[in-house]
Structure formats: structure tokens, C-alpha cells
Nanobody
Framework: QVQLVESGGGLVQAGGSLRLSCAAS????????MAWFRQAPGLAREFVAA????????YYADSVKGRFTISRDNAKKMVYLQMNSLKPEDTADYYC?????????????????WGQGTQVTVSS
């Protein structure tokens, strides 16, 4: 069992940066693939970025590639999303998720555990 708590959201101007953090509990955290998804009002939840259990493989949505970076620290049981060059269309609730398969995935159905979300608002 893994419990996830996100933090770091807020209001930022377009072009600015934010760093989201996800704190995990559970003894098997290091074996989970991890990801960030986001959901804007009225829209479906969408994939943002994922990282394998070793941190050796990362995956990004085309819309954030080159601007966002996902990373993890297994010793601290933390996952991060560094978001640079933010755009108004990045405005959404951002969710951390854990994948028991360990590989990291773009497929939302692969994720077993979810955090409560943190809100990111980018003003133009």
C-alpha cells in the first residue's frame, strides 16, 4: 500500500516555474513506477510525465516535453515535477500516482494509488 501527498502548487505568471513534490509512504515505494497526471476543469485527467522505479526511464506528454522534468529520490520517498516556462494551458489540478508494475506508464488504468492533487494556476 502506498499513500501519496502532493504539494507545491500555486499561482504563477506565464513563463514562470513551479516545483511539485509528492511524498510517499509505504515500504515498497522504491518498486513503484510513478507519474504525474493533471486535470483541468471540465476535461479528462491526462498524462503529464512518468518515471520508472529506478529512475532510469522517463516519459513525457508532448505538450510538456522540454519544459517539465520528473525525478525521484527513493531514499526520501519523494517524486518531483519541475515545471518551467509555464503556460496558461498548464492550469490544472496535478495528481501524483503510483504504478505497481514499476515501469512508469502513460496509461492511467495502470496506476493503483493516487494523491489528493495540488492546484496549479498559470496567469497570462
Amino acid at each position: 500500500q502506498v499513500q501519496l501527498v502532493e504539494s507545491g502548487g500555486g499561482l504563477v505568471q506565464a513563463g514562470g516555474s513551479l516545483r511539485l513534490s509528492c511524498a510517499a509512504s509505504g515500504r515498497t515505494f522504491s518498486s513503484y513506477g510513478m507519474a504525474w497526471f493533471r486535470q483541468a476543469p471540465g476535461l479528462a485527467r491526462e498524462f503529464v510525465a512518468a518515471i520508472s522505479w529506478t529512475g532510469g526511464n522517463t516519459y513525457y506528454a508532448d505538450s510538456v516535453k522540454g519544459r517539465f522534468t520528473i525525478s525521484r529520490d527513493n531514499a526520501k520517498k519523494m517524486v518531483y515535477l519541475q515545471m518551467n516556462s509555464l503556460k496558461p494551458e498548464d492550469t490544472a489540478d496535478y495528481y501524483c500516482a503510483a504504478d505497481a508494475y514499476g515501469m512508469g506508464s502513460r496509461v492511467i488504468a495502470n496506476y493503483n494509488y493516487w494523491g489528493q492533487g495540488t492546484q496549479v494556476t498559470v496567469s497570462s
